[in-house]
């Protein structure tokens, strides 16, 4: 059965065909990234402005590197939340129109939920496992029963992960997106330079916090300004990487051993880090547990991903009809639509 996928929630216009949830048969993404570099974020209205211009060619091209009409498709999955509003209706609007005019069933898919599928376009995997999902707008421990029953033990409660990386690397002066950077540089730092205190939520072992650490970057950096001295870039970067890192994975390992999971998957932008994937890689050694993160191409935001989770989500029994909204926030494991 093949799905195609849509996938528009942030500066990524991706389409992709997607056989049996785990085959990726194509995989076009198209990125307004460069254009929203010299503002150091996404600038909503031109990602919304790109995704117009780039949707139909994007899928026309997706559906040819597949080989595929769309008569050979049996269903069109779309990501309807979360992420900025005028970027998912973009997707949103041109997987309606295309469902419609093809009489195609419409697939909704969250997509932190994709972030999660696309482990299961890089491995065999298969649910029951404990996920960590870390995003520019997520950073999560979800407990994923069934590919279609999650259940999120554990979150944050300011900034993701992804989202500290990015304005620490802006406070830095690095180029956008600033996870990005401070993963390339890291490794010509020190990461025991600065000391960085180990944040922890009240009454909530598995919750996150990150903009306290995010702070302290930023008060070492206007401190030194002030005082006109200069700082170590790359010191600085790899020990807040070091602490975002040790971080996610301290309440990810405790999670695990509390609710007696084995199998460990990260998923979403953040996995691409290095020190990220090494040191889960060791934690997960070390208790004898399996980890699965997916391939680096798959990390980022993708349509293969909804195309996989769209497939999942469809033998379940999810369709939309064409009044199908977008939503710029959802809980991943109490969705509506
Ligand atoms: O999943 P994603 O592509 O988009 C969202 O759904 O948010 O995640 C983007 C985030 C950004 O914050 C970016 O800095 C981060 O993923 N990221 C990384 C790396 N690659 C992307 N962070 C650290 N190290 C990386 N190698
Ligand atoms: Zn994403």
Not at 312 to 317: A, L, P, Q, V
């Amino acid at each position: 059965m093949k799905i195609l996928g849509i996938e528009s929630s942030c500066d990524e216009t991706a389409a992709a065909v997607v056989e049996d949830g785990r085959k990726v048969l194509s995989n076009v993404i198209a990125t307004s990234l460069n254009e929203h570099k010299i503002y150091g974020g996404v600038v909503p209205e031109i990602a919304s402005r790109r995704h117009a211009e780039s949707i139909s060619g994007v899928v026309e091209q997706a559906l040819k590197d597949a080989n595929c009409t769309m008569d050979d498709i049996e269903a069109v999955a779309v990501t309807y939340a979360p992420g900025l509003i005028g970027s998912l209706l973009v997707g949103v609007g041109f997987a309606k129109g295309l469902a419609l005019a093809c009489e195609k069933p419409l697939v909704p898919v969250h997509h932190l939920r994709g972030h999660i599928a696309s482990n299961y376009i890089s491995s065999d995997i298969e649910p029951p496992f404990l996920c960590l999902v870390v995003s520019g707008g997520h950073s999560h421990i979800v407990a994923v029963k069934s590919y279609t029953d999650f259940e999120v033990i554990g979150k944050t409660r300011d900034d993701a992960a992804g989202e500290a990386l990015d304005k620490a690397g802006r406070t830095m002066k690095l180029e956008y997106p600033g996870g990005v950077s401070i993963d390339r540089i890291s490794p010509q730092g020190d990461e025991n330079a600065f000391a960085f205190p180990k944040p922890r939520v009240a009454n909530s072992p598995y919750d996150y916090s990150f903009s306290g650490l995010k702070t302290v970057v930023i008060n070492i950096v206007h401190n030194a300004e002030q005082k006109g001295e200069s700082i170590n870039i790359p010191d600085l970067a790899a020990s807040f990487q070091k602490s975002v890192v040790d971080c996610l994975l301290s309440n990810f390992e405790s999670a695990a051993r509390d609710f007696g999971y084995t199998k460990l998957v990260i998923a979403g932008g953040v996995s691409a880090n290095s020190r990220l994937r090494s040191q889960a890689e060791k934690m997960c050694k070390k208790n004898g547990w399996s980890l699965t993160i997916p391939e680096l191409k798959y990390c980022g935001d993708n349509a293969a991903m909804i195309a996989s989770q769209g497939y999942f989500e469809y033998k379940n029994g999810v369709s939309a009809q064409e009044n199908l909204n977008a939503y710029a926030t959802m809980p991943l494991d109490n969705l509506h639509y």
